[in-house]
């Protein structure tokens, strides 16, 4: 029917607008968390692999990171538009662990929100809660998502992973 035409036509048209201010605006009042990028440099120094797995569309995480200029320390950056669901399924980090030809047993995902210790839980990766970001406003106490691990800081991921003796 014309109604149902016109919703998805204005659905579009709004989706659109919203991508292309948000590509215009993308790195405005976003920063990257203190500490996090030495942590990225010693893991990259370490040999470990990297990846970005996130809701947003991929070439928009890639432009953020170029933005932040970050992008050189992840191997594999992958968005909500590369699979069939999102997030908590673990679509995207199956894909990003098989890219990266890592075993999700020896894999850490750390997550702002509950959708994304779901997702770890369900591949098998150990899910790793960071107080950092907007998850916790959005999704209560980050001591009920059942998450591995909670950390405080970005810093505390480098003991973790020597806790845990991941192979690099």
């Known amino acids: 029917d014309d109604t149902k035409a016109l919703e ?3 659905d579009t ?6 991508i292309d201010y ?3 605006h993308i790195c405005d009042k976003t920063c990257v968390y203190d500490g996090f990028t030495e942590v990225l440099k010693k893991l990259k120094e ?3 692999k990297t990846a970005v797995v996130t809701g947003k569309y991929t070439n928009l995480a890639k432009l953020l990171l170029d933005k932040l200029k970050i992008s050189q320390y992840f191997d594999y950056v992958i968005g909500s538009d590369l699979c069939e669901h999102p997030k908590p399924h673990p679509c995207s980090l199956k894909k990003a662990l098989d890219k990266l030809n890592v075993d999700s047993k020896d894999s850490i995902y750390l997550g702002d929100h509950i ?6 839980l369900a591949c098998n990766a150990y899910a790793c809660a960071v107080r950092w970001g907007y ?3 959005d999704c209560g106490k980050i001591e009920t998502w059942k998450a591995n691990a909670i950390l405080d800081k970005p810093q505390d991921l480098i ?6 003796e991941l192979k690099t």
Do not use: C, T, W
């Not at 048209?13 to 919203?18: A, N, P, R, S």
């Not at 959708?115 to 770890?120: E, G, Q, R, V, W």
């Not at 003991?159 to 845990?164: F, N, W």
């Open 8 to 10: 998805v036509s204005r």
């Open 13 to 18: 048209k709004l989706k659109q607008e919203f």
């Open 22 to 24: 948000y590509h215009n």
């Open 46 to 48: 370490n040999g470990y």
């Open 115 to 120: 959708n994304d210790i779901k997702a770890a």
């Open 135 to 137: 998850g916790e406003g």
């Open 159 to 164: 003991p973790l992973i020597r806790k845990l």
